[in-house]
C-alpha cells in the first residue's frame, strides 16, 4: 500500500513537471492536425510510432492533441492547480492569437521528445540524457553520421501496455490524472509504455494521453508511473521485465 501511494505521489508530481514543461523549447510552425481520431490509446501509440519509423514529423504529431490542448487549455484551473504562473504557462485559450501561440509551444514539446527518442536511439553520446557533451569537429561528423534517421525503419512495436495497471486503475490516481486533464478540457487521462526492438535490442518508451469524447490523443512522451525518462529518451529492457511492469500488482 505505501508503495503503491509512493508511486501515485511521484506520479503526480511528475504531472505537474509536465504541466510545467515548455522548458528550453524554441516556437515552430504548427503543423499538426486534428483530423486523425483514435478509438483507443494504442490506437494513437501506434501511429505516433509508425511516425518515428518513417520519419514523418506531421504524422506523429497527428497522433498528438495539439490543437485540443491548445483551444480547450483552462488557464483559471491550471493556476488554481499549481498555485503558481510559471513562465513556461501556456496562455490563456480565449485568444486566437494566443491559440496559435500554444499550439507552437507544445509542437516544440513534442520535438524535443521526438529528437530525444531519435539521439538516444541512434546514438551512445550522453546529451540524449540532457547532458551538455563537449565535441570537436570529427567527433561531430561521427554523431550527424550516427543520428542517421533511415536507422529508424528498423524499429518493429512489440507490445503495447498499462504500466502498473493497480496504480493506474486504483480511484486516487484517475482522480488526480482526471483533474489534469480537465485543465486541457479532456474527458480522462492514462499512460501507456510501448516494447519494441531495435537493431537486436529492446527498448521501452511511455506516453501520457488524454481522452476528448472517443477520441485518444498523446499529450506528451512520457509515463510517469512507468519511470519512463521525461526527455522522452528510450530505456534499454527486456521482454521479461516490460512483462512484469504492464503485469504488476
Not at 533511415?150 to 503495447?160: F, G, N, T
Amino acid at each position: 500500500m505505501q508503495k503503491n501511494r509512493a508511486l501515485i505521489l511521484v506520479a503526480c508530481l511528475a504531472l505537474l513537471m509536465v504541466l510545467l514543461s515548455g522548458t528550453v523549447t524554441t516556437a515552430m510552425p504548427p503543423t499538426q492536425s486534428s483530423e486523425a481520431t483514435f478509438k483507443t490509446p494504442e490506437d494513437a501509440v501506434t501511429a505516433y510510432l509508425e511516425g518515428m519509423i518513417h520519419g514523418d514529423f506531421a504524422k506523429i504529431l497527428q497522433a498528438c492533441a495539439i490543437d485540443e490542448m491548445s483551444e480547450h487549455f483552462d488557464f483559471g484551473l491550471y493556476i488554481d492547480r499549481l498555485r503558481a504562473l510559471p513562465p513556461q504557462a501556456q496562455a490563456p485559450s480565449d485568444s486566437p492569437f494566443y491559440v496559435e501561440l500554444n499550439k507552437a509551444q507544445l509542437s516544440a514539446q513534442i520535438a524535443n521528445q521526438v529528437k530525444f527518442f531519435t539521439w538516444g536511439l541512434l546514438s551512445s553520446e550522453e546529451v540524449s540524457q540532457g547532458k551538455i557533451v563537449m565535441m570537436d569537429a570529427e567527433r561531430a561528423v561521427k554523431f550527424a553520421k550516427d543520428v542517421d534517421t533511415s536507422r529508424l525503419a528498423s524499429i518493429e512495436i512489440v507490445k503495447i501496455g498499462l504500466p502498473n495497471p493497480k496504480v493506474i486503475t486504483s480511484t486516487r490516481y484517475v482522480e488526480n490524472s482526471t483533474k489534469n486533464a480537465r485543465v486541457y478540457g479532456a474527458d480522462e487521462s492514462t499512460e501507456r509504455v510501448a516494447l519494441f526492438s531495435f537493431e537486436q535490442d529492446y527498448y521501452f518508451i511511455g506516453f501520457t494521453l488524454f481522452r476528448y469524447g472517443e477520441n485518444w490523443k498523446i499529450s506528451s512522451q512520457t509515463s510517469p508511473i512507468s519511470g519512463a525518462s521525461m526527455l522522452g529518451t528510450p530505456q534499454k529492457t527486456m521482454v521479461a521485465e516490460f512483462e512484469s511492469m504492464i503485469n504488476s500488482n
